[in-house]
């Protein structure tokens, strides 16, 4: 069946990258995305990327895709307080497919 | 700006009693969804809907049930709480049309509390 699986949790100081992993079981995903959830919040949208494609990079965030492995991760560049978190992965097959999410990661960011 | 919204932030529900968590959607959505979240256990699914009057159970529906009588609104019912039904409730809503956000739009969450 479908599974995401990620680590719970990750510490990265101030001004660090921050790489956050994923593997998922699926090899028929076709949208990965990473949602981020602030404490106290609903989940929000960070980034996605089609299978089709390796990396996306959008300012500090690059999402990089093996397809091979079914492996994804998000780097943070300059990892800033604000960044705290819990970043989830997550996997569909088409759009209108129900997502499968992983259990979140969450990033904590020493000074 | 587009939005799902959760009736109410925080709410403390006695064993028992029956519990209506509501969540509106102003985007049109065709789907929604219910999920809790506890600590460890990431998102669990418990009900969504792909149209109006329509239902189906996800992972963990058992104490759950849900209403669906308009498109926009998307109500998840306890019926019965109990305390181990406390957690954070979150709704999604979603669209397969061409003004798809790629994936979900989430509310802000509805901690419950159940003494």
């Known amino acids: 069946g479908e599974d995401v699986e990620q680590s719970l949790f990750l510490s990265v100081r101030e001004g660090d990258s921050s790489v956050i992993n994923c593997t998922y079981t699926?090899?028929?995903?076709?949208?990965l995305y990473w949602y981020k959830q602030e404490p106290g919040a609903g989940l929000q949208l960070l980034t996605y990327i089609f299978s089709n494609m390796d990396m996306k990079q959008d300012q500090r965030l690059t999402v990089l895709l093996n397809k091979k492995d079914k492996h994804l991760s998000l780097r943070i560049a300059d990892t800033q307080t604000g960044d705290s978190a819990i970043y989830f992965c997550a996997e569909s097959m088409n759009r209108d497919d129900k997502i499968i999410f992983g259990k979140g990661t969450r990033l904590h960011i020493l000074p | 700006d587009v939005k799902v919204t959760q009736s109410s932030r925080y709410l403390v529900k006695r064993t028992g009693e029956k519990v209506f968590l509501e969540c509106v959607q102003d985007?049109?959505?065709?789907?929604m969804f219910w999920y809790r979240q506890d600590p460890g256990l990431g998102l669990r699914l418990i009900y969504f809907s792909y149209d109006v009057k329509m239902k189906e159970k996800g992972d963990i529906p058992e104490g759950y049930s849900v209403s669906r009588e308009k498109k926009e609104r998307f109500s998840l019912i306890l019926e019965s709480a109990s305390t181990n039904q406390t957690s954070m409730y979150l709704c999604?809503?979603?669209?397969?049309?061409?003004?798809?956000?790629?994936?979900?739009?989430f509310g802000s969450g509805t901690r419950l509390t159940v003494v």
């Open positions: 985007m049109d959505h065709e789907n």
């Open positions: 999604a809503s979603s669209t397969n049309r061409g003004l798809w956000t790629y994936g979900y739009t």
């Open positions: 699926d090899s028929s995903s076709t949208y």
